[in-house]
């Protein structure tokens, strides 16, 4: 059949246009069916509780069940892997949080690139560590403790809830600038590390705030600083260790991911519905409760965040030559 110089206009014309409208209509209608959102860490955990309040969310929002599915194991490689794996169409997210920028360094021999194959959809949240003491280590101050550190060469143990966790490189970056060197003690978790840091065996922790913080306020512990860039709201009377090592910040983070080459669109409508929980007071209020901060962001800056994490704790991990269990 043979067209007229018109009608191949107008066909040109519409074939032209439909990659913009196309987009539009996608985000529309996403989701149509219900979302999986993998977790690579434990029920019961903060980033069991944050992800399922931001599912609730998301799902009143959307119309459709964000589903959490819990897959820990392995520094969340194993879930992080599920995801980077999964079909890119919006329907399986991950719960990403500063253990990928970490693994990125840390193991060698993953079978994925977390910055190159996982797409940063939405940051959520903060969380600062806490610098603490048990009542027998005479130290009062950041500056004590270095004194206290470089008297007892070797035998300052410095407790975590496991290798290769930001509490954990927290510790060795603390290491590096203060010019001490502390004997890390990893335990399965931060509940044993605290009851070994009570009791003494341990002298030292750096902790996420929400699991130490009673211990804090019981006087159990005495929080020496905390490693955000300033001081926070729950512990307004402790210094920040960047007041005493200039340059000095560490805190956990977390947020949402997709695999890579998920539409923008649908990217962008994540973020702008988790934007929109992180600025509700009611949901505000919720993840205050659970001792972490606010953290919103575009997909853009919160790639340029993961990067420089991904750096930083990198230089870290080489520096202090640590390795994986």
């Not at 998301?58 to 119309?63: A, H, I, K, N, W």
């Not at 790639?303 to 520096?319: D, L, P, Q, S, Y």
């Amino acid at each position: 059949m043979k067209l007229t110089r018109r009608t191949f206009l107008h066909l040109t014309t519409c074939a032209a246009a439909l990659p913009a409208v196309s987009p539009i209509v996608r985000a529309q209608t996403y989701p149509a069916r219900p979302v999986r959102w993998v977790v690579p860490f434990p029920p019961g955990g903060v980033a069991d509780i944050v992800a399922r309040l931001m599912g609730q969310w998301l799902s009143e929002r959307f119309g459709q069940p964000f589903v959490i599915d819990n897959r820990p194991g392995a520094g969340g490689n194993i879930g992080t892997e599920a995801v980077v794996r999964a079909v890119p169409d919006g329907y399986t997210l991950l719960w990403v949080s500063s253990s990928n920028a970490i693994s990125t360094t840390l193991y060698d021999k993953l079978n994925f690139d977390f910055v190159r194959d996982i797409a940063p959809a939405a940051s959520i949240v903060r969380t600062p560590l806490v610098m603490a003491v048990n009542r027998f280590v005479p130290a009062k101050t950041v500056s004590d403790f270095v004194v206290y550190a470089k008297g007892n060469p070797g035998k300052v143990n410095m407790a975590s809830g496991g290798n290769g966790t930001t509490a954990h490189l927290a510790g060795e970056m603390f290491n590096i600038m203060a010019g001490i060197k502390m004997v890390h003690v990893p335990y399965r978790g931060s509940a044993p590390a605290l009851t070994d840091l009570i009791g003494g065996q341990v002298q030292v922790i750096f902790d996420p705030l929400p699991s130490s913080i009673e211990h804090i306020k019981a006087d159990k512990l005495r929080a020496l600083a905390v490693t955000t860039a300033t001081r926070v709201e729950a512990l307004p009377d402790v210094p920040s260790v960047g007041e005493f090592l200039p340059g000095f910040e560490a805190s956990a983070w977390q947020g949402v991911g997709v695999p890579k080459n998920t539409p923008a669109e649908i990217v962008d409508r994540l973020n702008k519905e988790i934007n929109a929980a992180l600025a509700d007071p009611k949901f505000k209020a919720r993840l205050a409760d659970l001792g972490s901060s606010l953290f919103a962001s575009s997909p853009a800056d919160f790639r340029m965040f993961i990067a420089a994490e991904t750096e930083k704790w990198g230089k870290v991990i080489r520096t202090a030559s640590i390795k994986p269990d």
